[in-house]
């Protein structure tokens, strides 16, 4: 064990992949768990470990570390060659142990929580990784705007007369003599992004994904989190800062970007919904408890708030006489965000290689 590679790890559920590859003492009843999640877009889960531990170049097999605090981070630091963190600080203080240490790898891309000058002043390699699942948690969160604004969800495969009437869109021919023909089911309620504002509520990874592919789609993007970005980020991104309160009264679309938590929960309530602009949609791709869910049926009832969207749900399984299926203008998604789950394969894929390339004799 002692001539075995030491790799830190702060857990969690996807970066348990890591000690699955490289650690030759990791559980079978964990690996058989990750086979199974994986068994729908990867059938073979053994041989895409085998052909991971193959590129690894002399890292595997290595001794890897699951950490859940940063007290348990330090006390590791002291013999291991890489370490791994998505939330967890990495001080000065941390790196001086840290005497092996040649390699932090940011489960993500943003560095707030590395203190990046003592690394560089220790010789330390950063490396980051942009996560295809946070790609695809912002691409979801396009799919589901969409939807809501162009009603697809409401008429997909409605094209016949008798199937738009029985929908409730009673068919009236256009005098195509004078005007042209184009949505001849006279679908009401139609809505665009473009030059529609946006409210991203937390700028973190997955927000700033959204935030991008909302400028592509021609929006005004607002955003609001505890601690302001600074200007030439801000700049770089195309984003306005506004208070919550500003945000939500501005925005035609509010896409709340935050982890879950006692200091999340219910953060969008009764009156934070009622500031909002009438017709204006939620869409929620982070923690669902993040908007308050009694809140939210009142605002849909009452007819304030324009649509709603959320992936992952309150229940999971979700239920099929779950009050909010009940609304025309609601969206519910079987916790499809971050997938598919060659998402995270490619994603650790990546990380492992790119780590044996700095690591490994």
Aim: aromatic fraction near 6%.
């Amino acid at each position: 064990m002692s001539s075995r590679p030491v790799i830190v790890v702060e857990d969690d559920p996807f970066t348990r992949l890591i000690p699955i590859v490289l650690d030759p003492s990791s559980s079978e009843e964990r690996r058989a768990a990750f086979a199974d999640f994986m068994s729908n877009d990867e059938p073979d889960f053994d041989g895409w470990v085998t052909r991971v531990r193959d590129r690894a170049h002399g890292l595997y097999p290595a001794n890897v570390r699951l950490v859940t605090s940063e007290d348990e981070m330090r006390a590791s630091l002291s013999d291991c060659v890489a370490l791994v963190v998505e939330s967890l600080r990495v001080t000065r203080d941390d790196l001086a142990t840290a005497r092996k240490l040649k390699a932090i790898q940011k489960f993500g891309t943003t560095l707030r929580n590395i203190d990046t000058r003592a690394a560089t002043d220790n010789g330390i390699k950063i490396l980051t990784l942009r996560r295809r699942a946070n790609i695809a948690c912002a691409e979801s969160v396009f799919a589901m705007m969409l939807s809501l604004a162009r009603r697809t969800h409401q008429v997909r495969s409605l094209i016949s007369i008798e199937q738009l009437e029985a929908a409730g869109f009673p068919y009236r021919k256009f005098d195509r003599r004078h005007t042209p023909g184009g949505n001849y089911g006279r679908i009401g309620g139609l809505r665009m992004l473009n030059e529609a504002s946006i409210g991203i509520i937390g700028l973190g990874e997955i927000g700033r994904e959204i935030a991008l592919r909302a400028r592509a789609f021609g929006m005004n993007v607002l955003y609001h989190q505890r601690t302001r970005l600074p200007e030439a980020e801000e700049r770089e991104l195309s984003v306005h800062y506004e208070p919550l309160g500003a945000l939500l009264a501005g925005s035609d679309w509010v896409v709340p970007q935050l982890p879950g938590g006692d200091g999340t929960r219910g953060l969008i309530g009764r009156d934070q919904l009622a500031q909002m602009k009438r017709g204006a949609s939620i869409v929620n791709v982070s923690s669902p408890e993040v908007v308050d869910r009694a809140a939210l049926i009142e605002a849909l009832r009452s007819g304030h708030l324009g649509g709603f969207a959320l992936d992952p749900l309150y229940e999971e399984p979700g239920r099929s006489d779950d009050e909010l299926l009940t609304f025309k203008n609601v969206l519910l998604i079987p916790h499809l965000g971050g997938s598919p789950r060659f998402n995270g394969l490619r994603d650790f894929e990546d990380l492992i290689t790119g780590l044996a390339r700095e690591v490994a004799p």
